[in-house]
């Protein structure tokens, strides 16, 4: 099954973002609804996941040249 969106509806796009999150509500912790809202622009037919993760991982692999830490930074 292809997850592209030229191959799926939006209703299907829906579904695969539900399944994959959990089918969370986006209320149990407060991130919830922002990691929905992530992969708003798939559902909608805007960008592929592959692009929203790619940007993602991109953040998060810059965020973690910061200098190292000693210890848990308590103390």
């Not at 695969?16 to 992530?38: H, K, R, T, W």
């Amino acid at each position: 099954m292809s997850i592209l969106i030229k191959d799926t509806t939006r209703e299907e796009r829906e579904r695969i973002v539900n399944e994959s999150l959990g089918a969370m509500d986006a209320s149990c912790d407060g991130c919830s609804a922002g990691l929905y809202e992530m992969y708003e622009d798939y559902i909608e037919g805007r960008r592929e996941l592959r692009e929203i993760n790619m940007q993602y991982r991109s953040g998060y692999v810059r965020s973690n040249t910061k200098p190292d830490r000693i210890g848990c930074g308590m103390g």
